[in-house]
C-alpha cells in the first residue's frame, strides 16, 4: 500500500496540518510513472493582489491574471484560456482553475480555520455542530478526482443565437481537481436524518443580495456512495484556495458546478427543495418557448422541479484545432491531431467521441484517455485521503480525445465536427437547445476551416471576452443561426430581404449657395452658431430655445463639422426639420480644411473632464452587477482630482462604437454618481436585451460588450435644465424658483430626477420639498431603491416617494398600476410654486403630459427631461 505525505496524516494539530499541506513540493511525490497516475501539474499560488482587484470586496484575494473575467471586475467569473487549461492536463492548477463566484469571497483567517463551524440540522435525529477540526478528525479523508463544471459552459454560443438572461461563458467553464476530505455521508449520518427527510440544502458563508448562496440534493444522492458526494478542504494537495471555497466546501460529482456550495457553513435536511433564492432563480433549463419576458412575470417556471438542472449532460469540445489557429500548409507535414475534451454526467463514462468533416454525414472514431481509471488501479493514500475509488465505477471526470486526421482531409472541409456519447447512449445534439438561463449548451462543437492562400484557418464558435468566432460571423453576415446549417445559407433557402433604409432629406430644395471656410468661421460664435453636417452648413440659431438637449448642444457645435454625432443621435424626425435650418453648401476646399485643422492640445491635466465641444475619453474600470439586466458602469476619468463637470440635471453624451458594425452609437446619459465625485463616473444602466422579434437596446448592448479598459468617448454637459439649489432652477438660462418639486419618473428614467433629489435632500438648509411618482414593471426593476427610502426616513416631511408596479407579484404591498390619472391627481395635484419634471419611456411622458395640462398645469410648469 503506498502512503503519499505521511506528515498529513498526523491529525493532532488541525491548523498545523493545514499549513503543512501548503509544505507540500512536487517532487516529493512519487513520480506519476511509479504509480501511473496522473499528478497535479505544477503550481504556484498567487501572492500579488492585482491591480484590478484592489478597491473590491476581494482586495484579499490573490489571484492569477491570465484567467478571463466574465463579469468585468466583481463579481469574480473567470474560465482559463482554453489551451492552457488543456495543456495542463488532466488536473487543473487551481490557480488556473475556473471560478463562479455570485458574490464577494468570504475572508477566512488562517487562525480561524480550525474553528470554522458546519451545522447540521432540520430534520435529523441529533442536530450537530462540527469544528473544521472535528471535520478531519473525526471522519475518514478521500482523495478523489472530479471534474467541476459550470452549467453555463458554452453559453456564449447561446447569447449569441439570442441573448440569454446569463453572461457568456467560453467552452473553459469547467476543470479537474483532487480533492481531498470526508464523505458527506458520513458526516450527515452522525446526524440521524429522520425518515420523512428527503433533501440535503446546503449553504454557504458568501452573503448575496438575496441572501447566502444556497442549494439542495436529494439525500439518498448524499448517501449513496456511488454518486461520491463529498466534502473537500484540499483541492490537489493543497488547503483549498479563497476562492475555491476555503476552508470547506461540498463536491458533488457528475453534476453541475452550482451544486457544489463553497465556503460551507449548514446542512439542512428538508422533506422538499431548497428554498433559497439562488436554488430558484439559477440553473435551470425553462422550455425554449420561455422568453426573458414571459420567465420574469411568472414565478411558476423557477419553482418547477421538471427544470432544475443535477446531472450534467454529455457534451464535447476540441481545443486543437486552437481558435485562429493558422496551419501552414507548407510545412504542416501530413496528417493533424485533432484533440479536446468530453464529459458526460450522473457518473456517465464517455463511450466515444467522433469527428465529422461533411457537416456530419460521415464519422470518424476519435481516441479517449480515460485518466480517471488510473486511480482505480491505486490502493493507498494521496494527500492524507484514501483513494478508493476501486469500489466504484462511476465516472467523474473529463476524458481527453484526439484523432489523427489527414492534412489534405482538412483541406477539402469546411468545418470539422466533435460530438461525445455516453453510456447511456445520450449523444449531442446537432442543433442547439436555447433556453432563457442559456444553460447546459451542449450541441455539435462545430470548427469552421477557411483555406487563405496556402494556409488554413480555424475558427471556434465564440471566444469568451473578444469579438469573432464563426457564429458571430454568419449573423453578421445575415445568416440564421437557427436554420439547421450553422447560419450559413441552404441551398434553394429564400434570401432574406434586406430592409430598406429610409433616406431623410436634410437639404432645403433648390437651394445653391456656396460657402466659404472663412464664412462659417466668422458665424461660429454663441449667438450665430453654424454647423456643418455631410458637407452642408446648417444655422441654429433659430433652435437655440426649442433644442430638447438646450443651447449647449447647438452653440458646442458650433463651426464644426459635427457629422457622425448628429447623425448617430438625432431621429428621423428630428432629420426631416433639418431643411427651415439648412443655409447652403461648404466648398470642397474648406470642408477638407475644417476636418484635417489640427486642434492645439495642452497637456496640462484639466481639473473639469466634460467639454462641450470635443469628446473625451474615459475608461471602464469596473462593472456591478445589480440585477441580471442592471449594472452599474464606473469609469476612470483622465485622473483622480478630475470632476465630471455635470451641472445638477444636465446629461451627457456618450459614444461607443457598436460591437456589431463598429459605427458610433451616442446616446445621452444622467450618470447616478455624484456630480463632484472626483476621478470617477458611475452610470445606472438597464440592458435592454433581445425579446421575440424585438432587437435588443443598441447603446445598452453595446455597454454590456464593453471589455474593462475599453475607453468611450464623452462630451457636454447638455440639458436645458439646471438645479442651482435651494429651490433655485434655470431653464433654457432662464431663472425660476421652486417651493415644491413633483417628480415622475418610469425605469431607468429616475437618473436625471434621482440628481435633483439628491441635491435637495443632502442640503439641510433646502427647504425645497419633493415628491416621487415612480413607475416599473417588477419590484426588482425600482432603482435606487435604498437611497430612496433612506431620504423619505430622512425626512419624511420633505420626501414622499411612491412606487407603482404594473406588474407586481402578490406579495407586493405597494401601489399597482401604471402611473395614472388617480395616482397624478393625488400626489401631483398644481401647486403654486410648483413645478413637475418628469423622465421615463416616450408614452409614460405623452400620457403624464395629457393628464397633468388636464388637471390644470400650466405647460411651463412641466420640464420633460
Ligand atoms: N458556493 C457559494 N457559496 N457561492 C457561489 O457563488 N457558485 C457555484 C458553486 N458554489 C457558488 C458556490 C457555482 S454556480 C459553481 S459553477 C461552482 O461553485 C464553481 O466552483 P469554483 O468557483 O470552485 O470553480
Known sequence: MATITQTLIDRDEVHEISLKTKEIKFHDLPTP???????????????????????????????????????????????????????EGFLTSPELFYVRNHGPVPQVRDEDIPDWELSIEGLVENPITLSFREILEKYDQITTPITLVCAGNRRKEQNTVRKSKGFSWGPAGLSTALWTGPMMADILRSAKPLRKAKYVCMEGADKLPNGYYGTSVKLNWAMDFNRGIMLAHKMNGEDLRPDHGRPLRAVVPGQIGGRSVK????????????????HINDNRVLPTMISPEMSATSTEWWTDERYAIYDLNVNSVAAFPEHEEVLDLATAGSAYTVKGYAYAGGGRRITRVEISLDKGKTWRLAEIDYAEDKYRDFEGDLFGGKVDMWKRESCFCWSFWSLRIPVSDLENSEALLVRAMDDGMMVQPRDMYWSVLGMMNNPWFRVTITKEGNTLKFEHPTHPSRAGGWMEKAKKAGGDLTNGNWGEKIEGEAPVEPEPVKEINMKKEGLARMIDLQELKANSSAEKPWFVVNGEVYDGTGFLEGHPGGAISITSSAGLDVSEDFLAIHSETAKAMMPDYHIGTLDKASLEALNSGSTAVSNDPRPIFLQSRSWAKMKLSEVKTVSWDTRVFVFDLEHDKQTLG????????????????????????????????????????????????????????????????????CKGPTGRFEYLGNGRVTISGKERKVRSFKMICGGTGLTPIFQVLRAVMQDPQDPTTCVVLDGNRLEEDILCRAELDAYVALDSRKCTVVHTLSQASENWVGRRGRISEDLIKEFVAPEEGSMVIICGPEAMEKSARKILLDQGWAESDLHFF
Do not use: C
Request: glycine letters at 6%; aromatic letters at 6%.
Open 646 to 713: 455635470l451641472p445638477i440635471g444636465q446629461h451627457l453624451m456618450i459614444k461607443v462604437p457598436d460591437p456589431t458594425n463598429k459605427e458610433a452609437i451616442i446616446r445621452s446619459y444622467t450618470p447616478v454618481s455624484e456630480t463632484n465625485m472626483e476621478g470617477k463616473m458611475e452610470l445606472l444602466v438597464k440592458i435592454y436585451f433581445p425579446a421575440d422579434k424585438i432587437p435588443g437596446g443598441k447603446m445598452t448592448m453595446a455597454l454590456d460588450a464593453l471589455a474593462i479598459g475599453a475607453e468611450i468617448d
Open 263 to 278: 465556503w460551507l457553513k449548514r446542512l439542512i435536511v428538508t422533506e422538499a427543495p431548497s428554498d433559497n433564492w439562488y
Open 33 to 87: 510513472q511509479e504509480y501511473d497516475i496522473p499528478l497535479p501539474p505544477p503550481s504556484v499560488n498567487p501572492t500579488e493582489i492585482l491591480e484590478v482587484d484592489k478597491g473590491t470586496p476581494d482586495s484579499h484575494v490573490p489571484r492569477d491574471p491570465r484567467l478571463i473575467r466574465l463579469t468585468g471586475v466583481h463579481p469574480f467569473n473567470v474560465e482559463p484560456p482554453l489551451t492552457a487549461l488543456y495543456k
